[in-house]
C-alpha cells in the first residue's frame, strides 16, 4: 500500500541553524513526491515538487528511490520558516490517481 | 485571480444531521480533490473528478458521503447521517489537469459533530 512517514511530529532548530525534514515512502512505481506546507492561518500551498528541481525560498530535496526518501532541507533555518511541513506523493495505481500525504511535521524556528 | 474558496467555513451540526459542504475551484481548472483532514493529521484523500466525472471514490469511508461535480466546476461534498468520528476539516483542492500537477487548496471547512 502507499504510504507517507515523516517521523517527526515536532522539530525546533534555532535560526540560521541547518534543518532537515525527514520523509520516507511506500510505494511500487514510480511516484511524484511533493513538500506542502501550512504557514499560520493560511491555506496549504505547494513548496516544491521533485520533478521541477527547483529551490524555493531556500529548501532543496532530493528524491532518494534507493532509500525511498525525500527529505527536506535547508542550510540555514529562518523564523519565518516556522510552519507545518507535509510530504506528499502522487502516483497511478489500478485505473486511479493516489495522493497520498504524510502526518506532516511541525518546524519551530527559535529566535 | 481568486483561489479555491469553500463554505461554509465552519459547520456545527448534531448527530444524525445532513450536511453539505460546498467547493468552487479555479476558474478553468479540471480537476478537483476532496481531503478530510482530521485533527494532527495530514490530509487524507477523499475523491477526485476530472471535469463532472468522478473518477476515483475509493478514499469516502462510507456510503454515507457523496461527492458530486455536475457541471465540472462547482462541487459539493454531502455527509448524510452524520457521526461524531466525521468532525474534521474537509479540505478542496483543484488543478489545471490531473496527472501531477501543483494542487491549489481552498481554506476548508472544519465540521463538528456533537
Known amino acids: 500500500a502507499q504510504r507517507v512517514t515523516q517521523p517527526e511530529k515536532l522539530l525546533s532548530v534555532f535560526k540560521g541553524a541547518p534543518v532537515e525534514l525527514k520523509c520516507n515512502y511506500s510505494y511500487s512505481g514510480s511516484p511524484e513526491l511533493f513538500w506542502y506546507v501550512q504557514y499560520s492561518r493560511q491555506r496549504l500551498q505547494l513548496l516544491l515538487r521533485?520533478?521541477s528541481r527547483e529551490s524555493i525560498k531556500g529548501f532543496t530535496a532530493d528524491l532518494n528511490k534507493g532509500e525511498t526518501s525525500f527529505h527536506l532541507k535547508k542550510p540555514f533555518a529562518q523564523e519565518e520558516d516556522s510552519a507545518m511541513y507535509y510530504c506528499?506523493?502522487?502516483?497511478?495505481?489500478?485505473?486511479?490517481?493516489?495522493?497520498?500525504f504524510g502526518p506532516g511535521t511541525r518546524l519551530s524556528v527559535l529566535p | 485571480g481568486a483561489g479555491v474558496s469553500q463554505s461554509p467555513r465552519y459547520k456545527v451540526a448534531k448527530r444524525g444531521q445532513d450536511v453539505a459542504l460546498r467547493c468552487d475551484p479555479i476558474?478553468?481548472?479540471?480537476?478537483l480533490f476532496w481531503y478530510q483532514q482530521a485533527l494532527g493529521q495530514g490530509p487524507e484523500f477523499l475523491t477526485y473528478?476530472?471535469?463532472?466525472?468522478?473518477?476515483?471514490k475509493s478514499g469516502l469511508p462510507s456510503d454515507r458521503f457523496f461527492a458530486e461535480r455536475p457541471e465540472g466546476s462547482v462541487s459539493t461534498l454531502k455527509i448524510q447521517r452524520t457521526q461524531q468520528e466525521d468532525s474534521a476539516v474537509y479540505l478542496c483542492?483543484?488543478?489545471?489537469?490531473?496527472?501531477?500537477?501543483?494542487?491549489?487548496f481552498g481554506p476548508g471547512t472544519r465540521l463538528l459533530v456533537l
Open positions: 521533485h520533478i
Open positions: 473528478f476530472q471535469n463532472e466525472a468522478q473518477l476515483d
Open positions: 506528499a506523493l502522487s502516483g497511478t495505481y489500478n485505473y486511479g490517481q493516489n495522493f497520498v
Open positions: 483542492a483543484s488543478s489545471f489537469n490531473l496527472k501531477q500537477e501543483t494542487q491549489y
Open positions: 476558474s478553468g481548472h479540471v480537476s
